[in-house]
């Protein structure tokens, strides 16, 4: 899997997408370079369950960035839980990234629309000739 990266003009936001060679993930929101507090549970990818506090990062409409400290796999399911807002979602695997500073960095999508989840406004992308 691939990532590519660009940065919007004000330098906040990002357009990454993941790409495998079969399938182009194509990104459905913009996202944005906040952070928020979030807790994770699910199991790492021995089966052991995990309960972690950590921060959700690139947030858009339909998932975030997260930095674990232990590995998942993808397609793998996690609960999220906002802790600005109580909030919690069901997620799914589609990326993991690197290992940085003893984190992995894990993209996760929402199982189900989830609009308020980040309690942010999600302008629409503009794409090319709309």
């Given at each position: 899997?691939?990532?590519?990266?660009?940065?919007g003009?004000?330098?906040?936001?990002?357009?990454?997408?993941?790409?495998n060679?079969?399938?182009?993930?194509?990104?459905?929101?913009k996202?944005?370079?906040?952070?928020v507090?979030?807790?994770?549970?699910?199991?790492?990818?021995?089966?052991?369950?995990?309960?972690?506090?950590?921060?959700?990062?690139?947030?858009?409409?339909?998932?975030?960035?997260?930095?674990?400290?232990?590995?998942?796999?993808?397609?793998?399911?996690?609960?999220?839980?906002?802790?600005?807002?109580?909030?919690?979602?069901?997620?799914?695997?589609?990326?993991?990234?690197?290992?940085?500073?003893g984190?992995?960095?894990?993209?996760?999508?929402f199982?189900?629309?989830?609009?308020?989840?980040w309690?942010?406004?999600?302008?629409?992308?503009?794409?090319?000739?709309?």
């Open positions: 899997m691939e990532q590519v990266a660009g940065r003009q004000d330098g906040g936001m990002s357009s990454t997408a993941f790409v060679a079969n399938t182009r993930r194509v990104r459905r929101s996202r944005l370079g906040l952070s507090p979030v807790v994770v549970q699910g199991k790492d990818a021995k089966g052991a369950p995990f309960n972690e506090l950590t921060r959700a990062g690139g947030l858009n409409a339909n998932g975030a960035l997260l930095s674990l400290g232990c590995a998942v796999e993808l397609g793998q399911t996690l609960s999220v839980q906002n802790q600005n807002t109580g909030l919690a979602q069901e997620c799914r695997v589609v990326n993991r990234g690197v290992l940085e500073g984190k992995w960095k894990v993209g996760v999508e199982t189900r629309p989830a609009e308020g989840f309690e942010i406004y999600f302008p629409p992308l503009i794409r090319n000739g709309q």
